[in-house]
T-cell receptor, first 113, second 116 residues
Framework: EPEVTQTPSHQVTQMGQEVILRCVPI?????FYWYRQILGQKVEFLVS????????KSEIFDDQFSVERPDGSNFTLKIRSTKLEDSAMYFC???????????FGPGTRLTVT | DQQVKQNSPSLSVQEGRISILNCDYT??????FLWYKKYPAEGPTFLIS?????DKNEDGRFTVFLNKSAKHLSLHIVPSQPGDSAVYFC???????????????FGKGTLLTVNP
């Protein structure tokens, strides 16, 4: 069964460093998302991406964040200068033509020290 | 901003009995609701969904009920099995006006434990 994959599973970085979280969505999906879950809190929407551009972003997704689909398979989230409060589980999701049903990857746990 | 609320952080039931997980929402623009299941160290897995034009959707042991006037939905699992033990998230989407976004707004989740 097709699935969304994410690498790495756990990333530890120092405050101020850049990190890139990688996702491989399901191959025939066209809509891509990043969400995050801070420990003990709800899963929060960060950004949606379609046709090589951002279709919507949340207030969390400030200038320190960017997304890219550098090739036909990967979808990346970059945080330019990490802060302690960026520590969270980051989930990538993708969907096909069915408008609502998103399929999530296993997540990347980002720890900023 | 709690547009989707799951007021029970945890629920414990006996194997074979019914599990009922509840969810309330405040945004009347939501027109589609989903339940996701999440095991530790895994991402949320889609379970079942319902459109706002329906009041019930059933898939095997799982049934979702929607009460639009009360802005309330519930997930029923019958019979409950130990393998159902997981965190269950309620999610909602809507007000997309034909756009391509369809972002999901999640509740905080309910930890279901099914005891053998």
């Amino acid at each position: 069964e097709p699935e969304v994959t994410q690498t790495p599973s756990h990333q530890v970085t120092q405050m101020g460093q850049e990190v890139i979280l990688r996702c491989v969505p399901i191959s025939n999906h066209l809509y891509f998302y990043w969400y995050r879950q801070i420990l003990g809190q709800k899963v929060e929407f960060l950004v949606s991406f379609y046709n090589n551009e951002i279709s919507e972003k949340s207030e969390i997704f400030d200038d320190q964040f960017s997304v890219e689909r550098p090739d036909g398979s990967n979808f990346t989230l970059k945080i330019r200068s990490t802060k302690l409060e960026d520590s969270a589980m980051y989930f990538c999701a993708s969907r096909g033509l069915a408008p609502y049903e998103q399929y999530f990857g296993p997540g990347t746990r980002l720890t900023v020290t | 901003d709690q547009q989707v609320k799951q007021n029970s952080p945890s629920l414990s039931v006996q194997e074979g009995r019914i599990s009922i997980l509840n969810c309330d929402y405040t945004n009347s623009m939501f027109d589609y609701f989903l339940w996701y299941k999440k095991y530790p160290a895994e991402g949320p897995t889609f379970l079942i969904s319902i459109s706002s034009i329906k009041d019930k959707n059933e898939d095997g042991r799982f049934t979702v009920f929607l009460n639009k006037s009360a802005k309330h939905l519930s997930l029923h699992i019958v019979p409950s099995q130990p393998g159902d033990s997981a965190v269950y998230f309620c999610a909602a989407s809507g007000g997309n006006s034909g756009g391509s976004n369809y972002k999901l707004t999640f509740g905080k989740g309910t930890l279901l434990t099914v005891n053998p």
